[in-house]
T-cell receptor, first 111, second 113 residues
Framework: GAGVSQSPRYKVTKRGQDVALRCDPI?????LYWYRQALGQGPEFLTY????????KSGLPNDRFSAERPEGSISTLTIQRTEQRDSAMYRC?????????FGDGTRLSIL | GEDVEQSLFLSVREGDSSVINCTYT??????LYWYKQEPGAGLQLLTY?????DMKQDQRLTVLLNKKDKHLSLRIADTQTGDSAIYFC?????????????FGRGTSLIVHP
């Protein structure tokens, strides 16, 4: 596609459930990034990949959060045993090489 | 303190110029960016400037960089109501061939007719 695509756009789930958020980057972009954005804040870095290799996961809040990009294209961010504090907008971006292009995000609400 | 700081709100009249300011802390920043976020939409890259430049102009947008003071500004000429949005400043440092931006909290620009 022309831009970064994220799905679902909205996800509402009960506390304790696992969720998987998907990102389809711009074709040919090597780097893919995940961010979390709370209301009234700028995006906060979580992790990024070059091709299929996870280069930096220092921003992941704890071990309930994980991400993969097995074939160097589509990426999945997984949150296990969700908690209310995980509620936020989760944004994906891809770049080639220094300017990031963002998707519209997934709004995650944990009840 | 925050790495990238911006004022939270700016209100201007339609047709006037808007100037959104940003300060950052990392002197080794390589690229600096301005993003625009409209309600319900993703972040749109407006413009960026490489750290060895002082100014960049793109149609109604002018970016000024004062590297000594670590100050970045975005000027929007002839501001329109469609320019109302949140504007994020970001800095990035090259790490292993990638550039990971650090974002400010965003400045809400409100344009009055």
């Amino acid at each position: 596609g022309a831009g970064v695509s994220q799905s679902p756009r909205y996800k509402v789930t009960k506390r304790g459930q696992d969720v998987a958020l998907r990102c389809d980057p711009i074709s040919g972009h090597v780097s893919l990034y995940w961010y979390r954005q709370a209301l009234g804040q700028g995006p906060e870095f979580l992790t990024y990949f070059n091709y299929e290799a996870q280069q930096d996961k220092s921003g992941l809040p704890n071990d309930r959060f994980s991400a993969e990009r097995p074939e160097g294209s589509i990426s999945t961010l997984t949150i296990q045993r969700t908690e209310q504090r995980d509620s936020a907008m989760y944004r994906c971006a891809s770049s080639a090489p220094f300017a990031q292009h963002f998707g519209d995000g997934t709004r995650l609400s944990i009840l | 303190g925050e790495d990238v700081e911006q004022s939270l709100f700016l209100s201007v009249r339609e047709g006037d110029s808007s100037v959104i300011n940003c300060t950052y802390t990392d002197s080794s920043s390589t690229y600096l960016y301005w993003y625009k976020q409209e309600p319900g939409a993703g972040l749109q890259l407006l413009t960026y400037i490489f750290s060895n430049m002082d100014m960049k102009q793109d149609q109604r947008l002018t970016v000024l960089l004062n590297k000594k003071d670590k100050h970045l500004s975005l000027r929007i000429a002839d501001t329109q109501t469609g320019d109302s949005a949140i504007y994020f400043c970001a800095e990035s440092i090259e790490t292993g061939g990638s550039y990971i931006p650090t974002f400010g909290r965003g400045t809400s620009l409100i344009v009055h007719p």
